[in-house]
Structure formats: structure tokens, C-alpha cells
């Protein structure tokens, strides 16, 4: 167990819906960074944020939002969604004290998302 | 471009021979590099990482990785493969820019342990 915690586990919903994933970083972790993970596609980061500030953005698309909130743990908004954001999504965290990435992140168990 | 490749998708070994699965990577500056596992419907799990000092790295369940700074490459090892060991794997490495510090991973390499 990471200490990683992610909700829900699985989510099916149609297109053009908005869904909400959400996250729990290992205490004390102030670093939380989304993921996408698919078939095609690999592992993509998505979006980082360091103590409730956005600190690095990857592939993450504009119907894709997220935020930290002052306890730390993060949600991760899709909107309109589409079939092609159907993956699995994780949530890491690290015990980054700066903004130095050389700690190890640790993984919840992710969201399988299914978009009919 | 700061990049991690892992150029084979698919590695199959036999039970008790040893594994490598290879990781090259490309970055300005010093590299810090990390290797994760994959268990089927599991988030990754952290191996382990170079950041400076010896080449060779000790992680978890028995696994190493040398790093080679010459061949720019960083190859996960294990002396002799379990069939527990079976699992999706993933290289990363820390990329710095000016207006950001993140950690890129690989595309993976689906390690097959045939018993």
C-alpha cells in the first residue's frame, strides 16, 4: 500500500459528460501529479501541483482541469468527455520539500475510466 | 530534446536467468533516474533511483541498475528471474527546464518471466 489513496476505482459515463476524479496524497507529500495511462498512448504526465500551486504541466488537454486544496489532496476535472479519454488515470505523490523532482513518487491505484 | 527511451518493448526470460531491461535516456545536466514496476491493474511501484555516487544502484526485490554515464544508458538487472517478477516496467528521468522541474517516464517494457 502506497499510502496513495484515489476515487472512484472505476467510473463509466457517456460522452460529453463531466466526471471528477479525486485524490489523497501519502501524508505529509505536498507534490501531487496526475497521470494518463492508456494503451496507445503509454504513460502521460498530466499536470503537477506543489502545496496547492500548479507546478508543471504536461499533455493535459484544455477540457482537463485540476487543483490542490489546502489539505493537499488534489481532483482531477474531465469535461466533454470524448471515447479517446477512456484510460486509466493515477495520481502520484512525493515528499518534495522544494521543487527538486529527484524524489520518488509514490502511486495510488488509479481510476479506470470508461467513456461509452 | 530531454528524452527516456526504452527501446524493447517485450523481454522474455527463463525462471532463475538473469534479466536486463534497457534504458537509455538524454537530459542537460546531471541525470537522475528512477525505475518503476507495474503489476497487472496496480499503480507503479518506485524500484529505485540514481541520483549521484555509485554506478551501481540496490533497489527492491532484488533488482539493480548500473548507470553508465558514457553510453547514457541506465539497465535494470536482476541476477536470477522469478515468475513474480513478470510485470510492466518503466524507466524515468528528471527533466529541468527553466519553467519547470519534472520527472518524464519511458514507454515501458513488458517483462515475461517463463517458468
Known amino acids: 500500500d502506497s499510502g496513495v489513496t484515489q476515487t472512484p476505482k472505476h467510473l463509466i459515463t457517456a460522452t460529453g459528460q463531466r466526471v471528477t476524479l479525486r485524490c489523497s496524497p501519502r501524508?505529509?507529500?505536498?507534490?501531487v501529479y496526475w497521470y494518463q495511462q492508456s494503451l496507445d498512448q503509454g504513460l502521460q504526465f498530466l499536470i503537477q501541483y506543489y502545496n496547492g500551486e500548479e507546478r508543471a504541466k504536461g499533455n493535459i488537454l484544455e477540457r482537463f482541469s485540476a487543483q490542490q486544496f489546502p489539505d493537499l489532496h488534489s481532483e482531477l476535472n474531465l469535461s466533454s468527455l470524448e471515447l479517446g479519454d477512456s484510460a486509466l488515470y493515477f495520481c502520484?505523490?512525493?515528499?518534495?520539500?522544494?521543487?527538486?523532482?529527484?524524489?520518488?513518487?509514490?502511486f495510488g491505484p488509479g481510476t479506470r475510466l470508461t467513456v461509452l | 530534446a530531454q528524452s527516456v527511451a526504452q527501446p524493447e518493448d517485450q523481454v522474455n526470460v527463463a525462471e532463475g536467468n538473469p534479466l536486463t531491461v534497457k534504458c537509455t535516456y538524454s537530459v542537460s545536466g546531471n541525470p537522475y533516474l528512477f525505475w518503476y514496476v507495474q503489476y497487472p491493474n496496480r499503480g507503479l511501484q518506485f524500484l529505485l533511483k540514481?541520483?549521484?555516487?555509485?554506478?551501481l544502484v540496490k533497489g527492491s526485490y532484488g533488482f539493480e541498475a548500473e548507470f553508465n554515464k558514457s553510453q547514457t544508458s541506465f539497465h535494470l538487472k536482476k541476477p536470477s528471474a522469478l515468475v513474480s517478477d513478470s510485470a510492466l516496467y518503466f524507466c524515468?528521468?528528471?527533466?529541468?527546464?527553466?519553467?519547470?522541474?519534472?520527472?518524464?517516464f519511458g514507454p515501458g517494457t513488458s517483462l515475461s518471466v517463463i517458468p
Open positions: 524515468a528521468v528528471r527533466v529541468q527546464k527553466t519553467s519547470y522541474d519534472k520527472v518524464i
Open positions: 540514481y541520483i549521484t555516487g555509485d554506478n
Open positions: 501524508s505529509g507529500d505536498l507534490s
Open positions: 502520484a505523490s512525493s515528499g518534495s520539500t522544494s521543487l527538486s523532482s529527484y524524489n520518488e513518487q509514490f
